[in-house]
Every structure is written in structure tokens, then in C-alpha cells.
């Protein structure tokens, strides 16, 4: 039987990988919170189904767009800054959402700030730290250190959609109105913004890309799909932004890209406050049972991740991301399709038990594979490809759940998912990450 990665990995974290431990889980928690309650929230307001979806379309647009610029340039400006302006903007747009029910308004902030309409990450926080997380621990433990830090997330989504599903139950009962009671939950949602920015001032000069370089030891990856991004004696420092601050790692990064944009159109179409949505339409939930049920699923998810990391030990990276995900998409597509709320929530939390090996994994090899300074820049082109892709497909799932096609979206996302992995396999399975070559020779 396969155990959980030893925790001794979290022991050799030193104190900013710590630090991205708790603003990684005080992020989530504000996330998913809020995912339980949005797509309510902007219904009491008066917006129609499609109206919802073409707002979370435009919060993921806009946090695509901006994310970019921001993890492109993270690298040579400095990260810390960046995590503090994507703090900033998340509390931007949060206490607008508090403050006003003008479309025009929310529109503008959606685009323009972070708000997150599921319990996944949006923003250029996740490229960040991601990028930063490889030099707070010895190689060896970066996929246990991705698999911890992913159930950090997990398990404080879970904690707050739990929180929220329990306080908007509580205050609904006291007699504050539906509209009121979810408006709380969004002002938690700012509140959380100014704490992250409070912990991302705690982060050391080491967290930043100089420092590490300096002792980092070059790693190009000689197989025939890393070549040919610029010649080997030309300087990566000859632009300021090279594609988008890439260079050496530009065409495996671009591959990469392409792929998880599929895989994240698809996921676009089920985000979990569409999901929330689905469960009071089909099966009338309330607040206090949604929270529960997303409660179970993230923190079953999070154990999923963590799983990974012992069975990507064993086959692989690219197996783990390919074979855990196809069983979990196939789940999806049958959950629309159960009789009863009991057996909707079975598969559903069945469908999250294992369809989270990929997160930790896919993150473990896009840092494996490129350049230690292009970090911020791969992860944030592979974030924002995939937020970018996502953030057209809300819109197709509010006008198809307006058009009382229910099950479609769980259908789309799950049966595009499987062409994913499929696709993934087929063109990574040769391409290997430091570890495994080194395993594979020895």
C-alpha cells in the first residue's frame, strides 16, 4: 500500500516556504468561502443565469490578463511586490462586490481585481510561489513540498466553505435576509486581502530570483522539445521580457501551455459556484448542506495530492497526471445523471478523492523542466494560459443551465478532460524530469 509523503520534507521548508504555507492557506480559505455563495449572491441581486456567467467569464478574463503581466515581470521587478499588488487587487474587488449591485461596476472590478468564483486560485499569486517554492527545499522534496502546500489549499477551501455554508445558515435564521447574509461572506472576503498582504510583507530578500540563481546550478533538459527557443551562446538577458520573461524554456513552456488550456476550458465549465448553483436548482441544497458537501470534497481532494506524490515516486510524473485524471473526469460526467441527492454527492466526492493527483504533479514538472529564473514566468504563462481558457466557459455553462440543459456542462468538461489527458500523454511521455532520468540511468 502506497503511504503519504514523510512529513520530514515540511521539515526542511526553511522560513518563507513556511510563510507561502499559511498566505497559500489564508488565499484558499477566502476562496472557498466565497465559491459557495457567489453565484447566489449575484442571483438575489437580480442578475440572470446568463449574466452570472458572462461575469465570472469576465472576472476570469480579467484576472488572466493582469496575472500575466504580473508573473512575467516577478522575476527581475521583485515578487514580493507583485504578491503585494495581487493582495491589493483582490481587495479591490472584493469591497466592491460588498459595496454595490451596479453590473457596470462589478464588471470593472471583476476585470480589473482578484475575486474567485471557485476554490481554485486565481491571480498571479499560485505562478508566484510556485516559482519561490523550489528554493526553500532541496530538490528531492519538491514534488512532497508541492503535494503539502496543494493540501494546504485544499483543506482551507474546505474550512471555508464549510464556514461560510454554516454562517449564512446562522444568519439567515436570525432573520437577516439571503442578499445581506451572502454580502457578509464577501466582506470576509476583503478582510482576508488585507491579511494576505500582511503576511506577503513578512517575505525575505531570499524569495526573490537573484539570490537563487547565484548558487543554482544550470539544468537545461537536453531532449530535442527543449531546443531551439534562442541559440545556447546567446544571453537570456538580451530583452527585458524575452516571451513573455522566458527564453531557454520558451517552447516546452508553450507546449505545456497549449495543453492546459484544454484541460482548464473544461474545468471552466463546472467551477465549484456553478456547481453550488446546480445543487439548489436540481435538488433545491441549501447554504449549510453546500458547505458540507464542498467541506468533504476539498479535504478529500487535498489527501489526493498528497497521495500523488508517493505514486509519481514510483511511476512517474506524466503517468500520475494522466491515469489518476481519467477515472476522476469519467465520475464527472456521471454525477448530472444520479436519481437522488445522496447518490449526486457519493460520486461527486468520489470524482474529488482522486481527481487532484494531477495538481501537485503538473506543478512538480513545469518547475522541473525549465530554468530556475524563468520560474515566475513558465508558472505564470501555464496559470494564466489555463485561467484564460477557464474564463470563457462560465458563460456557456449559465446559458446552458438557463436552457435547463443540466447535465451538459458536467458532460463536456468531463468527456474534454479525457481528449486532455490523452493528448498529454501522447506528447509528454518521452520528456522526462531531472529525478527520473537520473532514476532511469542509474
Known amino acids: 500500500m502506497l503511504a503519504l509523503p514523510q512529513t ?49 467569464t469576465a472576472t476570469l478574463i480579467g484576472d488572466a490578463v493582469i496575472s500575466l503581466a504580473m508573473a512575467s515581470v516577478a522575476d527581475r521587478v521583485g515578487r514580493r511586490q507583485m504578491l503585494l499588488l495581487g ?64 493540501l494546504a489549499g485544499s483543506f482551507a477551501a474546505a474550512l471555508g466553505a464549510l464556514f461560510s455554508g454554516v454562517l449564512v445558515g446562522l444568519l439567515q435564521r436570525s432573520g437577516m435576509s439571503p442578499l445581506d447574509s451572502y454580502r457578509v461572506v464577501v466582506i470576509v472576503y476583503t478582510l482576508l486581502g488585507v491579511l494576505l498582504a500582511v503576511r506577503f510583507l513578512s517575505l525575505s530578500p531570499q524569495a526573490e530570483v537573484h539570490l537563487a540563481t547565484q548558487a543554482a546550478q544550470p539544468k537545461l533538459p537536453t531532449q530535442p522539445a527543449y531546443r531551439g527557443a534562442i541559440p545556447a551562446q546567446t544571453t537570456r538577458r538580451g530583452g527585458f521580457f524575452g516571451f513573455f520573461g522566458l527564453y531557454h524554456s520558451r517552447n516546452v513552456v508553450i507546449r505545456l501551455s497549449g495543453l492546459f488550456m484544454l484541460d482548464a476550458f473544461a474545468g471552466g465549465l463546472v467551477v465549484q459556484s456553478l456547481i453550488a448553483y446546480w445543487f439548489t436548482i436540481r435538488f433545491d441544497v441549501q447554504p449549510v448542506l453546500l458547505g458540507a458537501i ?42 448530472p445523471f444520479m436519481p437522488t441527492l445522496p447518490l449526486a454527492i457519493i460520486v461527486l466526492l468520489a470524482r474529488f478523492s482522486i481527481s487532484q493527483m494531477d495538481v501537485p504533479t503538473r506543478q512538480s514538472y513545469t518547475m522541473a ?47 474534454l478532460k479525457i481528449v486532455y489527458d490523452l493528448a498529454l500523454y501522447q506528447s509528454f511521455k518521452a520528456v522526462k524530469p531531472p529525478e527520473e532520468k537520473q532514476k532511469s540511468s542509474a
Open 8 to 56: 520530514h520534507a515540511l521539515r526542511t521548508l526553511n522560513r518563507d516556504g513556511r510563510l507561502l504555507f499559511t498566505t497559500r492557506a489564508v488565499r484558499m480559505f477566502a476562496y472557498g468561502a466565497l465559491s459557495v455563495v457567489l453565484a447566489l449572491y449575484l442571483a438575489e441581486m437580480g442578475l440572470t443565469d446568463a449574466q452570472i456567467g458572462l461575469l465570472i
Open 87 to 150: 493582495a491589493g487587487l483582490m481587495v479591490f474587488a472584493g469591497a466592491v462586490f460588498a459595496l454595490t449591485n451596479n453590473i457596470a461596476l462589478l464588471v470593472f472590478a471583476a476585470i480589473v481585481g482578484t475575486i474567485s468564483p471557485s476554490d481554485k486560485e486565481v491571480g498571479a499569486f499560485l505562478s508566484i510561489e510556485q516559482a519561490i517554492l523550489p528554493q526553500t527545499a532541496p530538490d528531492k522534496s519538491r514534488t512532497a513540498i508541492f503535494a503539502w502546500y496543494n
Open 294 to 335: 464542498f467541506f468533504g470534497a476539498n479535504i478529500l481532494a487535498g489527501f489526493s495530492a498528497l497521495v500523488a506524490a508517493r505514486i509519481a515516486a514510483k511511476f512517474g510524473l506524466i503517468n500520475t497526471m494522466v491515469w489518476t485524471h481519467i477515472p476522476s473526469n469519467i465520475l464527472l460526467i456521471l454525477v
Open 369 to 415: 523542466v525549465v530554468d530556475p529564473d524563468e520560474r515566475s514566468a513558465a508558472a505564470g504563462i501555464t496559470t494564466i494560459a489555463r485561467t484564460a481558457a477557464s474564463s470563457v466557459s462560465p458563460f456557456f455553462s449559465g446559458a446552458l443551465i438557463g436552457m435547463s440543459l443540466l447535465a451538459a456542462p458536467f458532460v463536456l468538461c468531463g468527456g
